[in-house]
């Protein structure tokens, strides 16, 4: 663009003026969405419809498991007058991450465990299971926090998690297949990873403490959305 700009008008801009012209005139570049060709849209369809028939904002508890590494919290863009802009970091090979189990609810962040476990096996969901999620569960059609949401992962089908949660007299209900965009705790963890992107300074001196922070301190969903007819979270 600034090669164009000296072209037909005979002057060179700076970079960061472009830049901050194009923003002001609300032309900016636009992140794209991802959305995986094998999503089923009946499925989604029917299961939005169970959902706005059977499931009230504050019965439900929602949880998913993230990975948070610190290589990947390192900034990606910068800008500075129309020059590249170096940034130095530590360049730390095979830096091990956090593994984060974040449980949601209408009322905020319930718990969060935190592992440095590359992947969480089935026998640590459950522990985790146990310590975070079962003490909160309420019964179906009488009390809050009573529909438990949860993504298809593989762990998230063992039959021991089944019982547990219908021995509380609580609702297990999974999402539609590629359906993490219904999932109101993905909004918490994107909310996390962009905190501690842009408070890398602490989140490198202590970074368990840091997540723990960042993912406690999301409170009412983080923002009160419709993401189903008449279902906000």
């Known amino acids: 663009m600034q ?50 028939a059977q499931v009230q904002c504050a019965q439900v508890l929602c949880f998913d498991e993230a990975r948070i590494d610190a290589t990947s919290q390192d900034r990606e863009y910068g800008r500075r007058e129309g020059r590249r802009v170096n940034a130095l970091r530590g360049m730390v090979r095979g830096a091990r991450g956090n593994s984060v189990l974040a449980v949601l609810s209408l009322r905020g962040m319930l718990g969060v465990a935190i592992s440095s476990a590359r992947g969480i096996t089935g026998a640590m969901f459950m522990v985790d299971f146990r310590a975070l999620i079962l003490p909160c569960l309420g019964r179906w059609l009488s009390e809050d926090n009573s529909v438990v949401l949860c993504d298809n992962a593989v762990i998230h089908f063992m039959p021991e998690l089944h019982r547990l949660i219908t021995a509380a007299g609580a609702l297990l209900i999974y999402l539609p297949a590629y359906g993490y965009d219904k999932q109101p705790v993905e909004k918490a963890t994107s909310k996390a990873r962009l905190w501690l992107t842009q408070n890398r300074e602490i989140s490198c001196s202590d970074p368990r403490l840091a997540i723990r922070r960042t993912f406690l301190t999301v409170t009412h969903g983080i923002e009160v959305t419709e993401i189903f007819p008449g279902l906000f979270i």
């Open 3 to 52: 090669g164009l700009l000296i072209r037909f008008f005979g002057r060179k801009y700076r970079i960061g003026l472009i830049c901050a012209t194009l923003i002001r005139n609300g032309v900016t570049r636009k992140k794209l969405s991802l959305i995986a060709d094998r999503r089923n849209e009946y499925e989604r369809m029917v299961y939005m419809q169970m959902i706005c």
